[in-house]
């Protein structure tokens, strides 16, 4: 299980440093989005979720559709969130990349505070231990994190278990656990910004959450199998349903949505339009401490 972690962490860390040269003003989403899934499918892992490049505004969830012609804004803040599974076993992790001198501090921010957090994680820490001392560095730069997206407990085949990490001072309960794993994941914004995050487009992205047989409908069965198999439950993009199955494809995924088989997801923007920036880690919990499998 532990060398799983690991060898997702080593191809996704690799990922994320390929981004810094596909990345660039005027490049194509999807362009970018097949470039990195190839990569890590090429060094042996998968992909546990779609590429996420969401730009400004867009915290999180972009992922590019069938045939898109969506391109890397002049000027943008863009963040690149990527994860890789080996036989299950997860690694998320994100960097931001910007093409605007105004947010060369916020992306510096960021980046040292993640760096900083992740040395105080080890058994026994309390979420809200952490969340106060990311808030507060965050503060202490000028800035603030965002107060609805958290940090979250990553478990085998699944992205988010249900145990989530506040990146703010808050009351929830719980603690890191050993011989478990975290993504630890905090946005930041400028610090008169709303700093939360609300529904905007359709992501192109889905998720099984029923595995069950629709009576008489036998194109939706076969799907369900398709995504059961290649993908458990962790989220899958309408593209690479339209790559197997055809265009037309995304359509069911939308029609199992509504009979309750799929999850569909949107993109998060930030709710008074200010720009995003985030960082990511994956740390796995040993008895007595903490190592990061995504460190570069």
């Keep these: 299980?532990?060398?799983?972690?690991?060898?997702?962490?080593?191809?996704?860390?690799?990922?994320?440093?390929?981004?810094?040269?596909?990345?660039?003003e005027g490049k194509k989403v999807l362009e970018i989005c097949d470039e990195l899934e190839e990569f890590i499918i090429k060094q042996g892992g998968f992909p546990a979720f779609p590429v996420n490049i969401s730009q400004n505004e867009e915290a999180a969830h972009y992922t590019a559709k069938f045939e898109d012609d969506k391109k890397i804004k002049k000027g943008a803040i863009v963040k690149v969130d990527l994860g890789v599974h080996v036989n299950g076993y997860i690694a998320d992790t994100a960097i931001t990349i910007t093409f605007s001198s105004l947010d060369t501090s916020m992306v510096k921010a960021n980046h040292e505070t993640l760096e900083n957090a992740l040395k105080i994680i080890h058994p026994g820490v309390e979420f809200y231990e952490f969340g106060s001392y990311v808030e507060k560095s965050a503060k202490s730069y000028g800035f603030k994190t965002i107060e609805n997206l958290m940090g979250h407990k990553?478990?085998?085949?699944?992205?988010?278990?249900?145990?989530?990490?506040?990146?703010?001072?808050s009351p929830v309960?719980?603690?890191?656990?050993?011989?478990?794993?975290?993504?630890?994941?905090?946005?930041?914004?400028?610090?008169?910004?709303?700093?939360?995050?609300?529904?905007?487009?359709?992501?192109?992205?889905?998720?099984?959450?029923?595995?069950?047989?629709?009576?008489?409908?036998?194109?939706?069965?076969?799907?369900?199998?398709?995504?059961?198999?290649?993908?458990?439950t962790l989220p899958f993009a309408a593209r690479w349903i339209a790559k197997e199955?055809?265009?037309?494809?995304?359509?069911?995924?939308?029609?199992?949505?509504?009979?309750?088989?799929?999850?569909?997801?949107?993109?998060?923007?930030?709710?008074?339009?200010?720009?995003?920036?985030?960082?990511?880690?994956?740390?796995?919990?040993?008895?007595n401490e903490a190592f990061v499998t995504t460190k570069f």
């Design 1 to 24: 299980m532990i060398e799983d972690y690991l060898k997702a962490g080593k191809i996704a860390s690799d990922a994320l440093k390929k981004s810094f040269d596909i990345v660039y």
């Design 154 to 169: 990553l478990d085998h085949f699944v992205l988010h278990s249900g145990v989530s990490v506040p990146m703010i001072s």
């Design 173 to 232: 309960k719980g603690r890191f656990e050993k011989n478990n794993a975290y993504a630890i994941e905090p946005f930041f914004v400028e610090s008169d910004a709303i700093g939360f995050v609300i529904d905007g487009e359709h992501s192109n992205i889905y998720r099984l959450v029923s595995p069950r047989k629709l009576k008489g409908d036998e194109n939706s069965n076969q799907l369900v199998s398709y995504i059961w198999e290649k993908y458990r």
């Design 245 to 287: 199955f055809g265009v037309n494809s995304v359509q069911l995924l939308n029609k199992l949505v509504k009979d309750g088989v799929l999850e569909d997801y949107h993109v998060l923007v930030e709710a008074g339009g200010a720009r995003v920036s985030q960082f990511e880690h994956t740390v796995y919990l040993t008895e």
